[in-house]
């Protein structure tokens, strides 16, 4: 089962290790800073799903599935639950379906960490293009792998 | 507790297949618990209904769109309320028997139940769109329940064809009441009814043609009666509720509802009479012909329907009392001779007439019960079938039109249902006795019960018809008509021209009975008909609709992703072309000041990839000048200052690339395939595409005739939705239910790509679950064969 395309290098492998975490870190940046600074969850989620795609190409497809734990449609289901649910609350508090709720925690050390329903539906984008790209990239790699 | 009773039965029909595993074989009678409980409260409300009083219950549902859930309860829906919940506790412990060890009894229960909320709700709802979703639930649950041997192709067909007929009536009769709420300017029935007859409205006609085919295809009028017999296809218990005694006659009950507003004009009984008799012939002449029990049975109930709407049609207030009168009495004896025939195939085995005779000595109460029903069916004194034929036979009489032709048709209808009564009260219990494929018995009291029950009733309201009449039928027949009326119920009329023909048409009836054989025999011909039948009509239509779809997608969808693209964008240069060129004026303001060199030199750069990246003969070469485009376009969005979307260009072409490279091995060569004139065509549409969104995007940024949103973002960004990045705040914040739809779509795709490519190679599960259910059939088929050696 040798892969058509053999692109199997060193550098390339060894930078994919290195590369990988520190890409994964750069998407969850970009997906919490990108309220207010460029970024947000769907230009995080293409960082990461390109992060593992790296993963592929300086390995093989097992080696991506395995970093990745799950089926990447879980991810998209995931993801799709929660930009949905990031709905409801208003509707909880009585406010129109969709209205964006925030609550603002004090932390002793940290300051304030502002949570809202708009970040959790950023990760539900985040999640759900991740889960998409991957599943793409993924069934391709697998019809290439068999 | 209208609400209640009507929502109780979805949330128990849920509940269903879970009560059915844990306590098995009771669990009919269980079930029969809850309509015997419906039965119970609408019975309390019988002395204020009766009284004249009417109740209503609201609740908000789409307080913005006038929809509610709204009930009211009258004299007629109390009378279909009883009628539901009645005959549907006697079904359920019916069901539980007779389906008994079937592997899908549970949810057979959950239709039934579910089938019975819908019903409920169909006859109680006062707002019509509520109305007409239960309507529709009637329809989608009669749907499941006639198509519930699904391995069964013949079972599926008629179930099919049931739910089209139906959901094109439905679609109609949407249409019809939102036409009927507008003229009347309210959705609340009580306000409809209330309100001044709609006859004179300019929306009158296709209103009421709308309406009418609603409840023709529901109400199986000829001639879109015939799914009505092939619905038999279901178990006997559906048979038996659903097409004789509630669903088909939501049409009539329709009708019944509505004469108040919509009736009374000539249209109204032109159609409504004409139709109807029709129905009541074609019904019971074809069941004259039929052998089938049940197919029998199915047919004269065709005609029942048809006489009830001819008795709308008509409207006079001896009519709505005749109605009425004939509904209960038809529910009664028709409930108990279908769940007969259910015992007959149960107990006996024998399905058709010619197979079957002298089981009274070994079935005596099933003979006894099913002579009492087809008694009153024939309308023998003193039976209520009496009471309700001699109103049939005075309402058409005394009917301010066509007397003459009606009585006849009603007359000779009479004659072949005494023909039908004598086959069911005679046929299967007299005579020299048949061997059956069963041992016949009589059965045990849960299949008994319906039949005695209701046989006797139908014995009770004739003996004694004050009960009924002045209980239920003087209200339901009030409601009907609009304004209370004043005839009553009796027995005895004296020696007139109603009971004349009455007695005439027995002794004809009988006569005919005696040559049954031979009648049929001799009317052979009607089969050759046939051929050129309403349902022949259904089937060319349906393969006419299976062939158009496969010529389509042919034609549209033939797999090649170029004609595809050739197809939507040909369209979309005809149709946008085509209203850009009818605007007035068309002003192209290009402006080339203020640009600078960057902006040149990236758009030169451009220019130039597009050229190279359609010329060149290799993929590879093509793909990386199509990235180069992708970047130099991301940089163009920068230089606007729009970094976020230049990132996600940026990113989108990466991930492009990569794909495209995954890809790029599965190719075949680069070829030149297509002749000069296919790429002549190719790039005209290309180049009138590109030249249209540019002239549209000069149009639009001209012609802003109103303040853009941009504004609005800009400001209310950080003060209202706390985020300086404008971009994200109106993807997760001011236009959130966009994304969320984006995003759905995105899941379809990566579902859409996976399902695709692994239909076409066919590889294993890939998912745990997936991999732990192979696992456990493996386990359960090995265990199995391990079990027979």
Redesign the interface.
């Known amino acids: 089962m040798t892969p058509?395309?053999n692109m199997r290098s060193l550098i390339l492998n060894t930078g994919a290790t290195l590369l990988l975490p520190l890409l994964i870190l750069f998407s969850l940046f970009l997906l919490l800073r990108?309220?207010?600074?460029?970024?947000?969850?769907?230009?995080g989620g293409?960082?990461a799903?390109?992060a593992i795609?790296l993963k592929l190409?300086a390995e093989d497809y097992r080696a991506a599935r395995t970093i990745l734990r799950v089926?990447?449609?879980?991810l998209?289901?995931v993801?799709?639950v929660l930009?949905?649910g990031?709905?409801l609350p208003a509707i909880l508090v009585g406010e129109n379906f969709?209205t964006?709720q925030?609550w603002t925690l004090d932390l002793p050390i940290f300051g304030s960490l502002?949570l809202?329903t708009?970040?959790i539906?950023?990760i539900?984008?985040y999640l759900?293009?991740i889960?998409?790209?991957l599943?793409?990239?993924f069934?391709?790699?697998?019809?290439?792998h068999? | 507790m209208v609400m209640i009773a009507v929502l109780s039965c979805f949330v128990v029909a849920g509940f269903a297949p879970w009560l059915h595993r844990l306590i098995g074989r009771q669990t009919g009678w269980l079930l029969a618990l809850l309509p015997a409980t419906i039965f119970v409260y609408f019975a309390s409300l019988i002395p204020q209904i009766s009284s004249g009083e009417t109740l209503r219950h609201a609740y908000q549902w789409f307080p913005g769109m006038a929809i509610q859930f709204s009930f009211l309860v009258d004299g007629l829906s109390l009378l279909f309320a009883l009628l539901i919940s009645g005959i549907g506790f006697f079904i359920l412990a019916y069901a539980g028997r007779y389906l008994e060890g079937h592997p899908a009894l549970g949810r057979f229960f959950l239709f039934l139940l579910g089938f019975m909320g819908s019903m409920l709700g169909l006859v109680l709802s006062d707002n019509l769109i509520s109305l007409f979703v239960f309507w529709e639930l009637t329809t989608v649950s009669s749907f499941m329940l006639i198509g519930f041997n699904h391995e069964d192709a013949d079972s599926r067909k008629k179930a099919h064809q049931g739910l089209m007929v139906t959901v094109f009536g439905g679609l109609a009769l949407m249409t019809g009441f939102i036409m009927l709420g507008m003229a009347a300017g309210s959705f609340e029935l009580s306000e409809i009814l209330a309100g001044p007859s709609l006859t004179e409205h300019s929306l009158y006609l296709p209103m009421l043609s709308l309406i009418l085919l609603g409840a023709f295809t529901k109400s199986a009028q000829t001639p879109f009666h015939f799914w009505l017999p092939n619905a038999m296809a279901a178990p006997t218990p559906v048979s038996a509720y659903l097409h004789s005694a509630t669903m088909v006659k939501a049409g009539i009950y329709l009708l019944a509802r509505l004469n108040p507003t919509l009736g009374g004009s000539s249209s109204w009984l032109l159609t409504l009479t004409f139709i109807g008799a029709l129905t009541m012939l074609t019904g019971i002449i074809l069941a004259s012909r039929a052998t089938g029990i049940k197919k029998v049975l199915a047919y004269s109930t065709v005609m029942a329907l048809g006489t009830l709407t001819m008795l709308l049609g008509l409207g006079t207030e001896k009519a709505a009392l005749a109605a009425v009168t004939f509904l209960l009495a038809h529910a009664l004896y028709k409930g108990a001779l279908f769940m007969i025939a259910g015992i007959l195939d149960h107990e006996a085995g024998v399905k058709d007439f010619r197979d079957v005779a002298g089981l009274r000595r070994l079935m005596p109460k099933t003979t006894i019960a099913a002579v009492v029903a087809a008694l009153s069916l024939a309308g023998v004194i003193p039976l209520f079938g009496f009471v309700g034929k001699e109103l049939l036979l005075e309402a058409v009489l005394s009917g301010s039109r066509w007397q003459v032709g009606l009585t006849i048709a009603t007359v000779t209808a009479n004659i072949f249902v005494v023909l039908v009564a004598a086959l069911l009260a005679l046929k299967p219990w007299f005579g020299k006795t048949l061997a059956t494929p069963k041992a016949a018995h009589d059965p045990g009291p849960a299949l008994l019960a319906g039949p005695v029950v209701l046989a006797s009733l139908g014995l009770l309201c004739g003996v004694l018809p004050f009960l009924p009449d002045q209980y239920l039928l003087q209200a339901a027949a009030s409601a009907v008509y609009g304004q209370p009326v004043s005839y009553s119920l009796v027995l005895w009329h004296g020696i007139n021209l109603p009971l004349m023909l009455s007695l005439g048409s027995l002794a004809l009836g009988l006569l005919l009975y005696r040559f049954w054989q031979g009648w049929r025999e001799h009317t052979v011909l009607l089969e050759r008909l046939s051929p050129y039948g309403p349902e022949n009509g259904y089937n060319r239509l349906m393969q006419g609709l299976v062939s158009f779809s496969a010529w389509q997608t042919k034609t549209l969808q033939n797999g090649y992703l170029r004609h595809y693209l050739i197809t939507t964008l040909a369209t979309v240069v005809l149709l946008v072309g085509w209203a850009v060129l009818r605007l007035d004026t068309i002003a192209l303001n290009v402006d080339f000041s203020g640009l600078r060199l960057q902006e040149i030199t990236v758009v030169l750069l451009l220019l130039v990839t597009t050229l190279a990246a359609v010329t060149v003969k290799s993929f590879l070469a093509a793909v990386a000048l199509l990235g180069a485009l992708g970047f130099g376009v991301a940089l163009i969005y920068v230089f606007f200052s729009a970094?976020?979307v230049g990132?996600?260009q940026v990113?989108?072409e990466?991930?492009t690339v990569?794909?495209l490279?995954?890809?790029l091995?599965?190719l075949p060569e680069f070829r030149k395939l297509s002749s000069g004139v296919n790429r002549a065509r190719d790039a005209t549409i290309a180049l009138l595409s590109g030249g249209l969104i540019t002239v549209l995007i000069l149009l639009v940024t001209n012609a802003r005739s109103m303040e853009g949103i941009s504004g609005f973002f800009l400001e209310k960004s950080v003060s209202e939705?706390?985020?300086?990045?404008v971009?994200?705040?109106i993807?997760?914040?001011f236009r959130?239910?966009d994304?969320?739809g984006e995003?759905?779509v995105?899941?379809l795709?990566?579902?859409g790509?996976?399902a695709m490519?692994?239909l076409r190679?066919g590889?294993l599960p890939?998912?745990?679950a997936d991999k732990r259910y192979a696992g456990q059939k493996q386990r359960k088929s090995s265990a199995k064969t391990g079990g027979e050696s």
């Not at chain 1, 089926?71 to 879980?74: E, G």
């Not at chain 1, 069934?139 to 290439?144: D, F, H, Y």
């Not at chain 2, 939705?721 to 990045?725: H, L, P, T």
Request: charged share 10%; glycine share 10%.
């Open positions: 058509r395309f990108g309220h207010d600074e460029p970024g947000g969850g769907f230009i293409l960082v799903a390109a795609a190409f089926h990447p449609l879980q998209v289901g993801g799709l930009a949905a990031a709905s969709f964006a925030w502002k809202s708009p970040l539906f950023d539900g984008v759900g293009v889960g998409t790209v599943t793409v990239v069934t391709l790699a697998e019809a290439e068999s | 970094v976020d990132i996600t990113l989108v990466t991930i990569l794909l490279v995954l890809v091995y599965r939705g706390f985020g300086r990045n971009v994200n705040v993807l997760v914040d959130a239910l994304t969320l995003i759905f995105l899941a795709v990566a579902i790509v996976y490519m692994h190679t590889a890939v998912t745990n």
